[in-house]
C-alpha cells in the first residue's frame, strides 16, 4: 500500500519520501489498518511468501535485521526465528495505527523491537541485513533508497527485496487487469477516477528500478517470481 499512487497490496506501512502529504496517507493507512492487516496475513499463499523472504536475507543466529516498512509486523516473528532470541529484529514504519499492531504482535518478544521512522533515512546504524516487502513501489526515489540499504549493511550483509508489479507471464494479460484494478482501487484517495500517470505504470517504473539498483550492488543474486508473476522476490549479497 501506498501513499502516493501506487499500491502493492498485503504488505507493509507508509513511507515518507512519496508524491503527496504526510497527513492524507497517515488517514488512509491508519483507518484501513485493520483490513491490511487481516490481507498481510490471510491472502493465500503469503505465509509461504514470508518465511521465503525470511529464509533470503541468509541470516544467522545473533544477527541483526532490520525491515524497512514494517507495516502491521507479519514478517517479524519470520525474522526473529531466523536470528534467534540471541540476535535482533528491528521493524520500522512511519504510520502510528500499523505500528500499534505490530507492537501487540511482537510484545512477547524482547529482542524484536519497532519503531517511527523513515524508511528512506532508517533511524539505525548497523545491521547484517534489510527486507523490505512491497515498499519500493511507494518511494519516489526507490533506487535511492535501496543504495542507502545496501550502505546499511555494507560489503557481505544481505537486503532483499519483495514487491508486486504487473506480471511478464505469457499469460499475464487477465492477471495484470485485476492487478490494475486492485491498485487503482487501493490508491489514494479511492474515488479518484483519472491519474496524470497511471498507477500500476508508476509502480513497474519503481520496481524496476529498485531491483535493478539491488543487482547492480550486488555480488549474488537470487531471483524468484509468485502469485502468477505479479510478486518478485530479489536478495543479493552486497559488493
Not at 489498518?33 to 541470516?59: E, Q, S, V
Not at 509486523?73 to 540476535?87: D, I, M
Request: charged share 25%; net charge negative.
Amino acid at each position: 500500500m501506498t501513499a502516493d499512487g501506487t499500491d502493492e497490496t498485503t504488505g507493509a506501512g507508509t513511507e515518507t519520501g512519496t508524491d503527496t502529504g504526510e497527513e492524507d496517507a497517515q488517514a488512509f493507512y491508519g483507518r484501513w489498518a485493520r483490513l491490511y492487516d487481516l490481507l498481510a496475513r490471510k491472502t493465500p499463499g503469503i505465509t509461504a511468501l514470508r518465511a521465503r523472504a525470511a529464509a533470503a536475507c541468509r541470516l544467522e543466529s545473533g544477527d541483526t535485521v532490520v525491515e524497512m516498512g514494517c507495516g502491521t509486523g507479519a514478517n517479524l516473528p519470520y525474522l526473529r526465528e531466523q536470528v534467534g532470541p540471541e540476535g535482533t529484529v528491528i521493524g520500522v514504519d512511519f504510520t502510528r495505527p500499523v505500528l500499534e499492531r505490530a507492537r501487540g504482535l511482537t510484545v512477547e518478544y524482547d529482542n524484536v523491537h519497532v519503531v517511527r521512522g523513515d524508511a528512506t533515512a532508517p533511524p539505525v546504524a548497523d545491521a547484517d541485513a534489510v527486507l523490505a516487502t512491497f515498499v519500493a513501489g511507494m518511494l519516489a526515489d526507490p533506487a535511492g533508497a535501496v543504495d542507502d540499504w545496501c550502505d546499511l549493511v555494507g560489503s557481505d550483509g544481505h537486503v532483499v527485496l519483495v514487491n508486486a508489479a504487473r506480471s511478464r507471464e505469457w499469460y499475464g494479460t487477465p492477471v495484470n487487469a485485476v492487478f490494475r484494478a486492485v491498485v487503482v482501487l487501493s490508491t489514494p484517495p479511492t474515488t479518484k477516477l483519472r491519474y496524470e500517470t497511471s498507477p500500476h505504470e508508476l509502480l513497474d517504473d519503481r520496481i524496476d528500478a529498485a531491483h535493478d539498483r539491488l543487482r547492480d550492488r550486488s555480488a549474488a543474486i537470487a531471483h524468484e517470481t509468485h502469485a502468477f508473476g505479479v510478486v518478485r522476490l530479489t536478495g543479493g549479497r552486497i559488493r
